[in-house]
Every structure is written in structure tokens, then in C-alpha cells.
């Protein structure tokens, strides 16, 4: 998800619960401004809040089911912690008239303890109709968009089948992809054009599953998507089947790597399949498949030539594209881009900005570099999800630099220093909830500008082999989770000291460096920082000459003329006070 996307969550959240959930809200401000209003104005001001509510509301009914409450994530259930999911099999009918799906999806798992009850998600806007586990009949209850299914004879450790058949009108996306659910658009021929986001509130939006960041369907997943003919079904991994009966077609798409699960998903639309090839920086050829509305086919090109340049400079600094045994995929969808593994979504709108004489579109890049940093790199709960936005948003930085050079690079940089909130921390705890990490904003910024921070203290040398060791050891990566403690310890163990205070300082509290210049004697400054907990380098200018100087807990004095400056360039958040 691209950073402008999730500074609007809170936003929007306040407006819509206001709106549409929290009438109440409103009374004061009509109450205050009763005085000052005749009659008319009174009546006019009630007139258009009354008719706003009421479009609100025939814009379309299902709009307004109470969902905006759904988050993913948060503390992971015994019941959850008992079972490793292994796959899923999502078979849906989707009915682009009604609005609606209908199927049933079957889910591998294998479980670590012998049990009573099996806990799954699924929100309370479909209606099961029949659940089976090993092929046979279970008792169920759903409520709390939880599925809670039991047996008397209990379920024995190891493997089990659990099919559940569903069927519903899903939660139409109010403000898509921060808040989630089905979009059900028209392209400018009048075809149907559907696209599906559920980072923010999981799987369980439209699929039954283990809605937890910690678990990701080791043998991947089989979507088979039937929709009205003639519209095309783009998904994850590979199409291995598509048939077309009585006017609906059947796409089958298939993965064989882990996915997250607000990753497995599919669009729809009147696509053309624009296909290219790309051979990697390890030689191998992948197939690139574009999804793009037949009448937008004159942007394809373009989008694809742009995406193989962005792929050199993702694979120089972070290695082979991490999804070579199936394909490059994008889907043009009618909101903001989202990672979805093998088949990342990017608007209708084709904005490009030049940067160094190349033309650039950081929703396309920001959301291909979530390939490594996401899907290929990902993190075990929400609370790590820095590694994912922070670094997908330093590999921008990376792009400016190899598109535009270092002053590019430093611009894009102080951008990122100069958003940061600090309103809470970016690593907030242990299994907190997806709305809990995102409404900050920070994980993008400051989490980018802390890995420049990281660069300046350990070195070129030692950051960026780290850096492509973390996209591309398979202790970190596939089927494996990372937190920041993983990250800490591998760039601690490369750098060769402890980093733990430097990665606590910046990502677990919102403090910045407190740095005090003071004359203590002629062109003598004492340089202390104040609030220090390791010692740290800093360019120190004096003298109008710049060097790299360690500053402990004691702090230095430097002869200076006048006052000396320290870390001109910005490598820290910092406060630097003149005494
Ligand atoms: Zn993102």
C-alpha cells in the first residue's frame, strides 16, 4: 500500500463514522450554530445534512453494513496458535449483477495439539450453509465474524480438511485499498471492472481463513473464479486452467509459494493480456503479463518497459526477482495500487514524473519493490510492518538515486525527515492490529529515513551487502517471518557491535537525538548529546571543514571559530540546541 493511501485511513475513518455510523456527533456543532442562524439558513443547513445522508445512503445500501470496525491482526488466539495453515482452495461464483459470490473455500491445516474446536474468521456478512472437516459433518456457530466448529469426537493432531461452503454480497470498499472490500466499477465501454482490497481488514472479508500475519498457507493457494464471459479473471501465480460454459468463465490461478492472506485475491474486468518477457539478474526468463482494459491497451507498453527498468534497480539492490518460477504480473485496477504478490495492481490514471531525463511513477515502483520487501521479506506481525513499508519506501530513495544521482536521492530523503509525525512509536508492541501500526503514517517515512540513518552509521560496505543478505538469505525469507529484532541482529552481527539501542531508540520510542552545543572557552564547544545511549558518529563542521567524529556519552570539544554545525547533511532526528 502506497504511503498517501494510509495517511488517509484516519481521515476517512472519522469522516464515515461521523457521517454515516455517528450521527450524534454532529448535534453540538448544530447546536452552536443555532444562534447565529435565521430560520431559513436553519432549515437549509438541516435540509442539506438531511440530503447528504440520505445520498449517502441510496448511493447504495450495502455501503452503509457496519464495517469500519474490522481490523486484521491483534492478538493470536490458542485456538489460531494450534494450527498451521498449509492451503487454500477458494471456489467462487462470483455474480457481477447482484453483487454477489457464492462457493466454498477448503483449507488445509495441520494441528500441533489434538482438539476440541477449530477457530476460523469470516465476517458476518455471509451466510454458511455447510462445513465439513475430513468430509464430515461438524457442529458450527458463526458470530463475532468468527467460525467456531466443534466435533464430539474432537479433532486429532495433524492434517485436516476443512471445507465450508458460504455465500453473500461482500463489503463494498468505501475508500479503497485503506478500507477494504469488493469495488464494483464500470470501465468507460460500460464493462464491469471489479477489484478486491482487504490489507486492512484480512482474508476474512470475503474467504474463510486464519486472519493472522504469523501464518501464511505454506503450499500456497488455488483460486477458481467463475465470472459472467466474455470477463477475464487476473490472480496470483499461474493460470493453469480457464474454461468457458453456458456464457461463465472458470479461471483457475495457482500458486506454489506462501502468500499473505490479504494477498490472495483476484480482479476482474474486460482485460487484454499484454505479454513480455524479462530475464533476471541470475538468467532467469519470466513471463510478463500485463492485465489491462482493452481501452487503455495504449499505456501497456510503456507500464511494461517501466517495470523492467524498475526491476534492474530493484535486483541490483536487493537480488533476483523473487517470483521467477511464475510470472511478473500487473492488473490495471480503478483505485490506488496495492502488492499483491505476482499480479500488483496500478491505477487507470498513468502519471509519470522525469527524473533525470526517465520517466517514473512511484505508485508502479512502490508497489513492485513490496515484492521483495512484503512478499518476499515478510513480517511476522503488524507491529514489524516498518520492514515492509520503511524499506519498500528507502528502495524509492534508491530508485532517485540511480534515476536522478545523489541530489535526487538527498531530496527525496529530507522528504521523508520532514514528514515524520513521531506521534507514536513505529514498532508499537506484539501482535497489535494492522489499524494500530498504519494510522501513524510513520512506518513509511521515518522508517525509510531510519535505514538512511543506518547507512551513515555502519558504512556503504556493510549496509548494502546486509541489506541484499536480508531480501535474499533463506533465513529470512519465503516461507520464514522477520521481526525487528531479526533485522537488528543480522546488521549488529555484520556491522560487528550492538545496534540494539540505535534500532530501540528510533523505532521503539518517538524520541530524536537531543543535541547541546555550549562555549566553554575561547573558539572551544563542548558537543554533547544529551539523551545518548551508544556512541555515534556525526559530521561536525568547524572551521568551515566537515569530519566524521564519534560523540560518547562524555561528548568532545572542538575548536571553532564560531559555532560548530553537527550533522549538517541530516543523517539523524535530531534537535540541536545552542547553549
Ligand atoms: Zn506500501
Known sequence: M???DALLIGLTHVIFKAFLHDYHLMKP??????????????FLFLFLIVCGIAQAQNRDDINNRDILYLTSGGKLQPLQANMDIRHYTINLDVDVAKKSIAGSTEIKLNLEKTTDS???DLIHLYQVTKILV???PVLYQHRDDKLFISSTAGFKSGNQIVYIEYHGIPPVAIKPPWDGGFTWEK???GNDWVSINIQ???????FPCKDHPSDEPNEGVDLKISVPAPLVVAGPGLLVNMSTKKNKSTYHWKTNYTISNYCILFNIGKYKVVKDELVTTLGNKVPIEYYVLEEDIQHAQKVIETKKRDNRILEKYFGEYPWAKEKIGIAEVPNSGMEHQTMITFDNKFIYKNIGGQEYSANLFHEYAHEWWANKVTNKDWGHMWIQEGIATYAEALAMFELGGEAAYNEIIAGHRKNVRNKKAIVPGEEVTEEEVYSGGDIYGKGSF???SLRYLIGDEVFFPTLKKLATDPAYTYDQFVTTSDVEKLFSTEAGKDLKPFFDFFLR???VLEVGIKEVGFQKYQIKVENSFMPLPFDITSNEKTSRMVIAKEGIIVNSALPPQVDAKGFYLKKVTLQ
Request: glycine share 8%.
Open 450 to 452: 531510519f535505514m538512511h
Open 509 to 511: 520510542t518517538t524520541k
Open 29 to 42: 456543532m448544530i447546536k452552536s450554530k443555532t444562534s447565529r442562524m435565521n430560520k431559513f439558513s436553519m
Open 187 to 189: 470501465d468507460k465501454s
Open 2 to 4: 502506497g504511503v498517501y
Open 200 to 206: 486492512a481488514e484480512g482474508g476474512k472479508m470475503y
Open 134 to 136: 475430513n468430509n464430515k
Open 118 to 120: 477449530l477457530l476460523l
